[in-house]
C-alpha cells in the first residue's frame, strides 16, 4: 500500500499538525507521542538545519527511542534510556572489563611500548597517553 502523497510544495499535516509526507517507519504512520517520553534538549537537523526539540519516537531494534526533526520528519539521533551519569558509569565499567582492541595494541608497538600487553582497554589507553605525554616532553 502506497503512502498518501501531496502535491510538490505542499505540507500534508494531520489534525494534530504532524508532518504525514515524511515517512514514519514501516507503515507511514506519524508517532504516538502520548506514550513516548519527552526530551528536553534542542537538537540540529542534518536534513534542514532546524535547531528544535526533537519528537520523540519508538526505537527500533536495540534502540530504545529515536529523535525525529519537528519540521521535516528526519531522523536526527538514538536516544538512551540511561541519564547520562548511569550511561557514563555503564560505560566506564566495559571499559574496565573489555580486552584492549587491536588497533590500541598496534598503536603501542608503533610508539615504542616494550611492556607485556595490556590487560583491558583503560590499561592500553593510560599507557598510550603515558607515551604520548613523554614524546611532547622530550625535545
Not at 537538537?43 to 532546524?50: H, V, Y
Not at 527511542?65 to 551519569?85: E, K, N, R, T
Request: net charge positive; glycine share 8%.
Amino acid at each position: 500500500m502506497k503512502p498518501k502523497t501531496t502535491p510538490p510544495g505542499e505540507v500534508g499535516l494531520s489534525p494534530e499538525g504532524i508532518n504525514t509526507t515524511m515517512r514514519y517507519g514501516k507503515y507511514s504512520t506519524p508517532p504516538q507521542a502520548a506514550s513516548i517520553p519527552a526530551h528536553s534538549q534542542a537538537l540540529t537537523c542534518r536534513r534542514c538545519g532546524c535547531i528544535a526539540t526533537p519528537l520523540v519516537q519508538p526505537g527500533s531494534g536495540p534502540h530504545w527511542h529515536a529523535a525525529a526533526c519537528q519540521h521535516c520528519g528526519g531522523f536526527m539521533q538514538w536516544l538512551s534510556q540511561y541519564p547520562p551519569a548511569e550511561r557514563e558509569a555503564r560505560r566506564a565499567v566495559a571499559r574496565n572489563n573489555a580486552p584492549p582492541t587491536a588497533p590500541q595494541v598496534a598503536y603501542l608497538r608503533a610508539l615504542g611500548d616494550a611492556g607485556p600487553a595490556p590487560v583491558t582497554r583503560r590499561d592500553a589507553s593510560e599507557r598510550i597517553g603515558a607515551l604520548l605525554a613523554a614524546r611532547e616532553v622530550q625535545p
